[in-house]
Structures are given as C-alpha cells and as structure tokens.
C-alpha cells in the first residue's frame, strides 16, 4: 500500500509539474493515450488505488482538485490492468463542472449520485 500512495503523490506532483490543471487538450491527451496494462488487476485494486489517492491527497501540500484527482486515479487504476475511465460533465443550473473516474460504468470513489447530478460531456 506504502509504494501505491507514493505513486499516488508522484502522480499528483507530475500532474503540477507539467502544468495539466492549466493546459486541458494536455491534460485531455495525456488520459485517452494513456493505455490499460494488460495484465490482471490485484485483488481489490480499485479500492486500494482509491485508498491511495484518498491518502495522497491529505499529504499533497496543495489543493487537490477533482480533474487532478480522477486523471491520477485512471492513470494508477490502467496501470495496474484496470479498463477505467475519467468522465467530465456540468449542471446547468447553478452552473458546476465536476470530473470524476468510472470503472464498468461505475463512479469510483465518488458519492453515487454523481452521475445523477452532473451531465456528462466527456468520457475517455
């Protein structure tokens, strides 16, 4: 679990360190050309890469936003052989946008009624 949260961390740090929360078709890029490993997934690793990212956040000395935070989750998830997705979507009204990572078409890591709440405009 220790490796999985510093992987989370190098994550989030790569993530400021190549300037992705302000260059979106970057950022945007750097998910859907991000492969899934073939290889079978550990036992319960969507729980333990959540758990991970959850942890990493506390430590990570800035503001984690939810766009960094599913881009780090689909990266360690696909490392590890999972087929995950981040999905982006909106409320109108008042206007939010929200980011957020799916596996089987599933939020992870999320509260459940994010898909209820948010239209989605984009999944990759």
């Known amino acids: 679990m220790r490796l999985l949260v510093w992987r989370a961390l190098a994550g989030l740090a790569g993530f400021d360190l190549m300037g992705l929360g302000h260059n979106f078709e970057a950022m945007h890029r750097s998910v859907c050309q991000c492969r899934v490993r073939e290889r079978i997934p550990p036992p319960n690793a969507v729980d333990r890469v959540c758990d991970a990212v959850n942890r990493a956040c506390v ?21 590890l ?8 979507g909106a409320q ?24 209820k709440i948010y239209a989605v405009w984009e999944r990759c």
Not at 59 to 79: E, F, G, K
């Open 59 to 79: 430590w990570y000395p800035w503001r984690v936003r939810c766009l960094q935070r599913s881009v780090v989750t689909v990266w360690l998830l696909r490392h």
């Open 81 to 88: 052989g999972v087929p995950a997705k981040m999905a982006m």
């Open 92 to 115: 109108t009204y008042p206007f939010t946008a929200h980011a957020w990572t799916e596996v089987d078409g599933r939020a992870v890591n999320e509260r459940r009624e994010v898909q």
